[in-house]
């Protein structure tokens, strides 16, 4: 059984910048891709950015490309989203989640084994 327990949301303005961290426990932290997804108010839980077990490769949405980077300390157990140039539609819960990493990249939540509790961020404008 992997927990997951996100953390660093909060307020921020309109282009300012938030990190989320992830940390990870009972499992393999190594073995698995990770995932950040975010339910905007009213919405239903999309895909945010992927990262496999290495660093290596990673994928994001493109309403997020160029401005968040999800990036992992393996020695950390650890899983970080740096989200800069924040816009008030970022504003959301944001949820990490992990799979095994079978070598495919994948932004279908379905996939995804393990979710954390989930930690709001809110931008204002």
């Known amino acids: 059984q992997v927990q997951l327990v996100e953390s660093g949301g909060g307020l921020a303005q309109a282009g300012g910048s938030l990190r989320l961290s992830c940390a990870a426990s009972?499992?393999?932290?190594?073995?698995?891709?990770m995932g950040w997804f975010r339910r905007p108010p009213g919405q239903e839980r999309q895909f945010v950015a992927t990262?496999?077990?290495?660093?290596?490769?990673?994928y994001y949405a493109d309403s997020v490309k160029g401005r968040f980077t999800i990036s992992r300390d393996n020695a950390k157990n650890t899983v970080y989203l740096q989200m800069n140039s924040l816009k008030p539609e970022d504003t959301a819960v944001y949820y990490c989640?992990?799979?095994?990493?079978?070598?495919?990249?994948?932004?279908?939540?379905?996939?995804?084994?393990?979710w954390g509790q989930g930690t709001q961020v809110t931008v204002s404008s």
């Open positions: 989640a992990s799979r095994p990493d079978i070598g495919i990249m994948s932004r279908e939540k379905r996939e995804y084994e393990y």
């Open positions: 990262i496999t077990w290495s660093g290596g490769h990673t």
């Open positions: 009972g499992g393999t932290f190594s073995s698995y891709a």
